[in-house]
C-alpha cells in the first residue's frame, strides 16, 4: 500500500458521496491547515487525492479521493482492520472497549 498511518486517516476522511472543505477536514484530523497541506502533497502526486476550488468561495479547497485512492483505500482497510484485530486480541477481556473509551475521552 505504501501508506502512513496519517495518509490512511486523510483517506478514510475522504471517503464520502461529495467532497470534503478542507478546513472540515483539518478540523476532523485535529490538523491545522498547513500541516495537512503538507501531508496531502504526497497523496496528491500519486493521484489518491484531488484539490479543487469550492465553487461557492474560490478561497477554499475541497478534497476527494479519486478512482485510485478509492481502490487504495479498498484495498489498505482490511489490512487496518486485520491489524486493530491482532492488537485487541493481546488485550485481555473488556480492555479494548476500555482502551477506545479513553482514548474518545482524549480526542
Known sequence: MNLTNGQFSILMSLNRPKPAPMAGVADLLAMDRTTLTAALKP?????????????????????????????????????????HAEV????????????????RALA
Open 43 to 83: 497523496l496528491v502526486r500519486r493521484n489518491l487525492v484531488l484539490i479543487t476550488p469550492d465553487p461557492s468561495d474560490r478561497r477554499s479547497r475541497n478534497l476527494e479521493l479519486t478512482l485510485e485512492g478509492k481502490n487504495v483505500l479498498a484495498s489498505a482497510l482490511p489490512i487496518w482492520e486485520q491489524t
Open 88 to 103: 485487541e486480541a493481546t488485550l485481555p477481556a473488556g480492555q479494548p472497549e476500555s482502551l477506545r473509551q479513553g482514548l
